[in-house]
């Protein structure tokens, strides 16, 4: 079992900051590939960014490619989510996702990830 906890979520201006982090607890070294993915109101859950094991690939949805940078630090089971320039659309619950087998090409299907950490809410205003 892998436990992921979300944190960093809040109320920011358009235009401004925020950096998600998850903690990884558990069988941590059985985790592969990360991801985030976010659910506003009424919207199904979608991809925003996911990294390989071992942080040399990454892996962005197109609506936040060139504003959000994810990263992960291994030694410290923890990834991250950098968010520069939001906008107010940007507006959801974050989940932090985990899997532990094979995604390859899959990043961005949810079905892919076994984990799940409880979401983080990041509300942004125009």
């Known amino acids: 079992q892998v436990q992921l906890v979300e944190s960093g979520g809040g109320l920011v201006q358009a235009g401004g900051s925020l950096r998600l982090s998850c903690a990884a607890s558990g069988r941590t070294f059985s985790t592969r590939t990360m991801g985030w993915f976010r659910q506003a109101p009424g919207n199904e859950r979608e991809f925003v960014a996911a990294?390989?094991?071992?942080?040399?690939?990454?892996y962005y949805s197109d609506a936040v490619k060139g504003r959000f940078t994810i990263s992960r630090d291994n030694a410290r089971n923890t990834q991250y989510l950098q968010m520069n320039s939001l906008k107010p659309e940007d507006t959801a619950v974050y989940y932090c996702a985990a899997a532990t087998l094979f995604v390859n090409g899959r990043e961005a299907l949810s079905r892919s990830y076994e984990y799940w950490g409880q979401g983080t809410q990041v509300t942004v205003s125009s």
């Open positions: 990294i390989t094991s071992s942080g040399g690939s990454t």
